[in-house]
Each structure stands twice: as structure tokens, then as C-alpha cells.
Nanobody, 112 residues
Framework: VQLQASGGGSAQIGGSLRLSCAAS????????MSWYRQVPGKERELVAT?????VTRYVESVKGRFIISRDKSMVYLRMNNLKQEDTAEYYC?????????WGQGTQVTVSS
């Protein structure tokens, strides 16, 4: 599975951005699609995940602000009411059983 992420950029506090990720290859085998984020010096953090059946989970800090959605081989992350602490490199992830596949990161920068 190959993943191509896009949609990062800069936003002001309170603004919105949408990330997109296109999966190719054996996409029919993908169980979960997720978005992670990482800031320098910290571990990569799971932000949101969506199962094949559409069940979603979010890290507490983004609940009510971020929405993950999945459409065939695409996964999206709608980020609303952005906060400065959302600034990070965001990574798309696909999971097939215990195997993880990663896309390249896309930078999100939130400033005042």
C-alpha cells in the first residue's frame, strides 16, 4: 500500500484546514486508516482513526474539533478551531492486520 498525503499548510488560530490522503495498491485489505502527528523531540501521536466499517476514534485533545472520514481509498482529516498546539507534521497511516504503512508527512502550522 502506498499513501500520498496533501493539504497541509498554515492557518490562524481558530481557522480550519483539511488533510487528504490517497491510498493505492491493495487498498481493499486496509482495516484502519489513521492520521498521526509529530513535533520535533516528541513521539508520534495518534490523532484519529477510522475503521473499515466507519467507526472513528480521536485523541482527547482534538475531540469536537477534528473529523476523520474515509471514502474508498481516500481518508480525510477536517481540522476546525485550530490551536497553536496542533502545529505538527501530520502523517497518514494504513493498517492491514499488524502491518503499518506510512505516507510522507505534511506540515501544519497554526499561528496567531
Amino acid at each position: 500500500v502506498q499513501l500520498q498525503a496533501s493539504g497541509g499548510g498554515s492557518a490562524q488560530i481558530g481557522g480550519s484546514l483539511r488533510l487528504s490522503c490517497a491510498a493505492s495498491g491493495s487498498t481493499f485489505e486496509i482495516d484502519y486508516m489513521s492520521w498521526y502527528r509529530q513535533v520535533p523531540g516528541k513521539e508520534r501521536e495518534l490523532v484519529a482513526t477510522v475503521s473499515r466499517g466507519g467507526v472513528t476514534r480521536y485523541v482527547e485533545s482534538v475531540k469536537g474539533r477534528f473529523i476523520i472520514s474515509r471514502d474508498k481509498s481516500m481518508v480525510y482529516l477536517r481540522m476546525n478551531n485550530l490551536k497553536q498546539e496542533d502545529t505538527a507534521e501530520y502523517y497518514c497511516n494504513a493498517q492491514i492486520y499488524g502491518d503499518h504503512f506510512w505516507g510522507q508527512g505534511t506540515q501544519v502550522t497554526v499561528s496567531s
